[in-house]
């Protein structure tokens, strides 16, 4: 009992039992919820990992954030900046998918780097600093596509929206190489624990000796580059930039998938693990109720009631009130 008591009151519990819930759903309304053709699987289950993908990117760099205090309003902006700027190389200078895929990744990282330098060098609020860019960065993207959609035709950038590898999209490779990637520089340096005594106690940190400006510079970086990728794949997967629609209302999704992987927004511990979990169900509910007769105008409304009561069974407080509850009745 002891240990199942453990289990339970584990942070991942609870979005991995909503994710096990939404998949065995989608099992009953799916016909081809996992089906494989040609050395390649695809269906429901398939299309919850693929299209989540963009928002499980976003929570990482998302995670990183906010367990330094702050928050990221921009990625979906920053989505549209990349996507834009690479299908721009593509279009306009018929620049190879390497060339695209560079500059799309590297205009997220310094779109990154401006919200670091922002909250990090001059002291703005991060909430202020990004929702700058959220604002302004969608007008950037239109005038790098001059106000247009740009479609293109290059088979090696689409792969990484619509490619396979082993028989898995690309896109989910992309996104567990940069779990690989972050995990390991967070885990094998100091540097998770310097983000997490950041988000706790940002002044007793810099007494401590750690740097606070370039931490909280580099977790915005990140969360750029995180969102440049988001937007690469976003551009490939419909062979277009959409400047308007790309990204958008994504930043809520990661946010949400922060909460749900356990995060508070306080800043202090995170997960990363616990980000794409909670990506997943954010992701799984979407398509839940896509698939479903559910109104597509009911989808935010839904997705609001699960991460209620997922956030709420995963409060000490609000689980020992239940068991209260319960043992009072007669």
Not at 137 to 150: F, H
Not at 232 to 257: H, M, P, V
């Amino acid at each position: 009992m002891a240990s199942l008591g453990r289990i339970v009151s584990s942070r991942h519990f609870w979005p991995l039992l909503v994710f096990v819930l939404t998949l065995l759903l989608l099992r009953h309304l799916s016909t081809d919820f996992f089906s494989i053709s040609d050395g390649r699987v695809y269906g429901s289950l398939v299309d919850v990992f693929v299209r989540g993908s963009q928002v499980m990117l976003l929570a990482l760099g998302m995670t990183l954030v906010i367990a330094t205090g702050g928050i990221d309003l921009s990625v979906g902006a920053v989505m549209a900046i990349s996507g834009a700027m690479s299908a721009w190389l593509l279009t306009a200078h018929e620049a190879s998918a390497g060339v695209a895929i560079a500059g799309g990744l590297g205009v997220g990282a310094v779109c990154g780097l401006w919200n670091g330098a922002l909250v990090a060098w001059f002291g703005l609020q991060p909430i202020i600093a990004t929702l700058i860019l959220m604002t302004a960065g969608r007008g950037i993207a239109q005038l790098i596509t001059d106000g247009t959609i740009i479609t293109f035709h290059h088979a090696a950038f689409e792969a990484l929206g619509k490619g396979y590898a082993l028989g898995v999209p690309i896109s989910v490779w992309l996104v567990l190489g940069m779990l690989l990637v972050i995990g390991a520089v967070v885990d094998w340096t100091n540097l998770r624990l310097s983000i997490e005594s950041i988000g706790s106690n940002a002044t007793a940190s810099r007494v401590a000796g750690v740097p606070v400006a370039r931490v909280r510079l580099l977790v915005y970086v990140v969360s750029g580059l995180c969102a440049g990728l988001a937007g690469l794949i976003n551009a490939a997967n419909i062979a277009a930039a959409d400047a308007n629609n790309a990204g958008l209302y994504l930043e809520l999704d990661a946010i949400l998938a922060v909460v749900i992987g356990g995060a508070a927004l306080s800043g202090g511990r995170f997960s990363l693990t616990g980000a794409l979990v909670g990506a997943l169900v954010v992701q799984g509910l979407t398509t839940t109720i896509l698939t479903s007769d559910v109104s597509v105008h009911a989808t935010r409304v839904v997705k609001a009631v699960v991460v209620v009561l997922v956030c709420l069974l995963q409060s000490p407080a609000f689980r020992a009130r239940l068991q209260r509850m319960i043992r009072r009745r007669p």
